[in-house]
């Protein structure tokens, strides 16, 4: 990737969330590619620990902010990546008109900096605009089979609203804006008590406590390891022309929750016993994207198999403190998006 813009300046690059699970491996991986760097996070769930090795690097900055409310950032912008939102149940549930607004006024207000500053823009959406899927795999012309009313929806709903957005200000020539849509995506910095089955299963299995699979564990997930998935991100801003269209970024590799939980408990010795719980509502039975389209436009497709990111994901936990819950404000309030 060149980090040099068209005049001849290194990239300065804005990233939203930069301080979650995915974007911290984003800046990392911009930072290596001579980019200079602007960090915005709130850390309702992003951790500092995540950009902590960054915060003395001369090309990175970080900023705390929610972008919920406007966003204000001197000087040039090339790129904006937005992965600004709380990504796994418990979290986004947790506060869920916070998590519509995120993805709504936060999109807004960073389409608007965008507007402002000329960069172009990618949106970080998700499978789930695909809801529980009728249709499998997933290509991105599927509408998808969405509750709009269901305790889920505050993510779903908002993420194809954002989605949106960025056709509609693409549409209207204002912003170069391209849309990732995110299947699962696991590996080191995954916080330990997001709600997520990879992140769940390792640490009881790290505990030596049964592993609970919520369901019958027929349901199936494709999971794609963070670095393979930072390069189809960084694919995506680069490809020209704007595709004009949402692209899926995920494994093809299909496996039931039942083969993860098996995979997990040889890997790691002392994990306890497979126990069952109940399937949460909304929660999709199949999962898997059809990434012609990535293939075809980016020239992109993942790499790194299941095991060997497992192996890698189990290492990381062995070493990381167990993150504390953290709560969001029970009340807030936004501003209009103007």
């Known amino acids: ?131 529980d899927p009728e249709t499998h795999p997933q290509p991105e012309d599927y509408h998808g089979n969405v509750n709009c009313t269901g305790p889920r929806a505050c993510y779903d709903e908002g993420k194809r609203a954002a989605e949106a957005l960025c056709f509609d200000h693409l549409r209207l020539g204002l912003v170069d804006a391209r849309v990732a849509r995110i299947f699962n995506t696991y590996g080191p910095r995954m916080q330990a008590d997001d ?50 269209l949402p692209v899926n970024l995920g494994n093809p590799g299909e496996f039931t929750v039942s083969e993860l939980a098996a995979l997990v408990h040889q890997m790691v010795p002392g994990a306890g016993a497979i126990v069952y719980g109940p399937l949460p509502e909304d929660d999709p039975k199949r999962r898997r994207p059809d990434i012609s389209r990535a293939k075809t436009l980016l020239g992109w497709e993942p790499n790194i198999p299941l095991r060997d990111g497992l192996k890698e994901t189990i290492a990381w936990f062995r070493m990381a403190p167990l993150a504390q819950p953290r709560r969001h404000a029970a009340k807030r309030q936004y501003r209009e998006a103007v």
Do not use: W
């Open 195 to 244: 709600g997520r089955i990879v992140s769940n299963l390792i640490n009881q299995a790290l505990r030596g406590e049964p592993l609970t699979i919520y369901g019958t564990g027929r349901q199936t997930r494709s999971f794609c390891h963070v670095a393979d998935l930072v390069a189809g991100l960084v694919a995506l801003m680069q490809v020209e022309p704007n595709p004009g």
């Open 1 to 131: 990737m060149d980090a040099v813009n068209v005049k001849g300046t290194r990239r300065r690059v804005l990233v939203a969330g930069g301080a979650g699970f995915i974007g911290s491996h984003l800046c990392d991986a911009l930072l290596s590619d001579g980019c200079r760097v602007i960090c915005v996070d709130n850390f309702l769930t992003g951790a500092r620990s995540n950009v902590a090795p960054l915060e003395n690097h001369p090309d990175f900055e970080l900023v705390e902010h929610d972008v919920c409310e406007p966003l204000s950032i001197d000087g040039h912008l090339d790129e904006i990546y937005n992965l600004a939102c709380a990504a796994s149940p418990p979290r986004y549930q947790a506060d869920p008109v916070h998590t519509m607004m995120t993805s709504v006024l936060g999109t807004r207000h960073l389409l608007t900096l965008a507007e402002k500053s000329g960069a172009r823009f990618l949106q970080a959406s998700t499978s789930e605009v695909y809801g």
